[in-house]
């Protein structure tokens, strides 16, 4: 992406005239790679051609300007008829599409008006305070505006008054009993609110704002969703409402409202999202359903399924839809083939209708359905939405691009401690103005000098929007005394965290779940928990006291989910293509309690294996100092004397969703696993060892990957797991994992 340069601090933007921007070489957005060959024949046969990218944004780029000038003009010459600039819904979405173009097109004039504006208003979102209108998202649509000049800025304060507006907003967005009015009731919400709450979770690190969204959106959808149209009804009143020809109403502009937000929300939401499904569907739904609908000027009318109704050209709705099937076929959600004639007649069309400011005319006036418009008339909205479209249209000769974008990290922030703007000595300053204008940077520089910064001052200083607690708030993590940093072997019963046994060495981490959790947390299991741990004397207890010990505080926290896998080397019974697990550990003994061992036996009640036979077993868990292995040794007694087949495995996305890396050796008996990149915590690696001669196949369930051994009921049989994190103190890659497991030297005949 190429980002334009803007000074990093809040006082730099509050004096925005004396903003220098580098001028991007027209040469450098100008020039494509190598355009595939389209594969539209349609699009061939009606002698459309993807326009040159150059043109398309030198198009936009004039009518984003246009648009702040017209802007200016109002405000600077107020009169009846001309609207200036504001925080609502209307000034959001042109503020959407004038982030974005800034990105790619120098134009400063835009990042400057956009700026200033974000500071005018003290980045805040709009209402005058009662609840109804503190969780309205019409109100919160300017959040991206902040957003955008976060992650350029990296200020924290930029973002605070909006994330206090959203934190608000969750708890009704999620409300239970589930309510029968809706918070967001309309089918445009789904335009503003959404795509804010989602990319809040990617620029925090914390999914709450994201798992919200996703609750109320399905919640809409169930009440304005038609299924036999695959289209929203604006709103309920529009259920069952007829045009005068009798006809469904099915306004444009709300349908681009909806399909537009899917694809923001798309942009952003994490590819392991659960529900990420759904929104693909419906938006390659709702894509083959309004495309057909498109008239021969390559517009759609206001009313879709009665276009004689307002027969009359839109754009709005047009400019929409037209971002929203390029973004399609760019990011890989629609078929090229089928849907590129119709992006290439929407530009067609909607270029049609600009006005020779450069500002796109034929614009339906806010509202909630279909009404007359004429070509003089434009919207802020409409202009913002021309801007997504063509930064979309640009982009048909390009590679297509995964889902979802990474967004840019927020810079670290430079400032000077004082709000005083810098002062400017004049070219020949008399002895007057010098002295003035030193006595200003001395009052400057004593700000600097005196007043308490909390990101200097402060050693424990995190940015408030950067943080992120999983759980709640930790306390602080108490430092070990000296005799507690001496590296140790420990295995502890830990009746305080609901059972858990907790071992760990001067290189590894982990535990197991126990009877009272199970009581407490039914999806809880028999895996094996890994934690990721940098130093080498014991840390499991005074990071479990901190309360939230899934966050880092220096010395490691667990972020591996075990879920309902079996972690790290966690087994069940393979029998009928599937894994029959226990549940938690039943009861246990520590045999040893280090320094030089930890050692500790469990014992797992009688489980099912299909509906004829039950297996239990009797654990013994070791672990010596200086190895990242721990070795088992199970037995597994049966009810019938038949040979087992043991599944032992390791957890698929564990940390985070994706491909890790798995590696096989059965001559070796080994597997390893190294987790994907988890951008917060690093990767974790994991391993299994068994005994060559006891395998009988390499598989894989849903949530693990799995060796298989044979084991007869009451005999012992041996075998070791190991984990590692690349953040911690002996493995900084998966090589370096996958050499070390294979090195190990170990003994697996049973004691």
Request: aromatic share 10%.
């Amino acid at each position: 992406m190429n980002r334009i340069k803007v000074y990093r601090t809040m006082a730099a933007v509050a004096t925005m005239t004396a903003l220098t921007v580098p001028p991007v070489s027209e040469a450098a957005w100008a020039q494509t790679p190598p355009k595939p060959a389209i594969a539209s024949t349609q699009a061939q046969a009606a002698g459309l051609t993807v326009p040159e990218r150059a043109e398309v944004l030198d198009i936009i780029r004039k009518s984003a300007s246009a648009e702040v000038a017209r802007l200016k003009d109002a405000e600077a010459n107020p009169a009846k008829g001309k609207r200036g600039i504001n925080t609502n819904w209307i000034s959001a979405t042109f503020f959407v599409g004038a982030m974005k173009l800034v990105d790619v097109v120098d134009a400063p004039d835009v990042l400057d008006y956009s700026l200033h504006t974000a500071r005018r208003f003290n980045y805040s979102p709009q209402g005058d305070g009662a609840p109804v209108h503190l969780i309205n998202a019409d109100d919160q649509a300017i959040g991206d505006l902040y957003q955008a000049i976060y992650l350029r800025t990296g200020s924290p304060g930029v973002l605070m008054p909006l994330k206090q507006r959203l934190d608000y907003t969750l708890p009704y967005l999620t409300y239970m009993p589930e309510p029968d009015n809706l918070v967001w009731w309309w089918c445009d919400s789904l335009f503003m609110a959404p795509p804010v709450l989602a990319r809040m979770s990617a620029i925090t690190g914390d999914p709450k704002y994201i798992h919200a969204m996703d609750v109320q959106w399905w919640r809409t959808y169930e009440r304005l969703y038609v299924q036999s149209e695959h289209l929203y009804a604006r709103d309920a009143r529009f259920l069952t409402r007829r045009s005068a020809n009798d006809k469904p109403i099915y306004w444009a502009r709300g349908e681009g409202w909806v399909l537009g937000g899917l694809a923001r929300v798309l942009e952003v939401m994490p590819e392991d999202f659960p529900t990420r499904a759904r929104y693909v569907t419906l938006f390659q739904e709702m894509a083959a359903r309004i495309a057909p609908l498109q008239q021969a000027d390559g517009l759609w009318r206001a009313s879709l399924l009665d276009p004689e109704a307002f027969p009359e050209a839109e754009t709005s709705g047009t400019a929409f839809f037209t971002y929203a099937l390029a973004f399609g076929i760019n990011h890989g959600l629609l078929d090229r083939d089928t849907y590129l004639p119709h992006v290439l007649k929407g530009w067609d069309g909607l270029n049609q209708y600009v006005l020779p400011s450069g500002i796109l005319g034929q614009v339906q006036p806010g509202g909630d359905q279909p009404v007359t418009t004429r070509p003089e008339m434009t919207g802020l909205y409409a202009s913002g939405a021309f801007l997504l479209a063509g930064l979309e249209v640009a982009n048909l000769g390009q590679p297509q691009t995964a889902l979802p974008l990474a967004l840019p990290e927020a810079p670290k922030q430079t400032y000077h401690a004082s709000d005083m703007a810098p002062s400017v000595l004049p070219e020949n300053a008399t002895p007057a103005q010098l002295k003035a204008y030193q006595r200003r940077e001395a009052e400057r520089q004593a700000v600097q000098d005196q007043a308490f910064d909390p990101m200097v001052h402060d050693p424990r200083y995190v940015s408030p929007i950067g943080v992120k607690w999983v759980g709640e708030a930790p306390e602080p993590l108490v430092p070990p005394t000296e005799s507690e940093k001496t590296p140790r072997a420990t295995a502890r019963y830990a009746p305080d965290r609901s059972d858990d046994i907790l071992w760990e060495n001067d290189r590894v981490a982990h535990r197991i779940y126990g009877p009272a959790l199970q009581k407490i947390e039914p999806p809880s299991g028999s895996g094996i928990d890994a934690w990721a741990k940098k130093v080498r004397w014991p840390f499991m207890d005074r990071q479990l006291k901190t309360r939230a010990y899934h966050n880092d505080q220096g010395e490691g926290l667990d972020y591996y989910n075990v879920k309902a896998g079996r972690g790290v080397g966690g087994l069940g019974i393979w029998a009928d293509n599937k894994l029959w697990v226990s549940r938690n550990w039943a009861s246990h003994k520590i045999l040893k309690n280090g320094p030089d061992v930890a050692a500790f036996q469990v014992d797992y009640s009688p489980w099912p294996v299909g509906v004829e036979r039950k297996v239990w077993e009797t654990r013994t868990f070791t672990l010596p100092m200086g190895t990242n292995f721990t070795r088992l040794q199970s037995t597994l007694n049966s009810d019938t004397p038949e040979d087992l087949i043991v599944g032992i495995g390791l957890s698929k996305g564990a940390t985070v969703a994706g491909k890790g890396g798995l590696l096989v050796d059965k001559a070796q008996g080994l597997m390893t696993y190294w987790e994907p990149n988890d951008p917060a915590h690093g990767s974790m690696g994991t391993a299994i060892r068994v005994d060559p001669a006891m395998i009988e196949d390499i598989t894989a369930d849903a949530d693990n990957n799995l060796i298989l051994i044979r084991v007869k009921p009451g005999k012992p049989f041996v075998y070791y797991i190991g984990s590692a994190w690349d953040r911690g103190l002996d493995f900084h890659s998966r090589e370096e994992w996958e050499a070390y497991v294979r090195a190990q030297k170990l003994d697996f005949s049973p004691q």
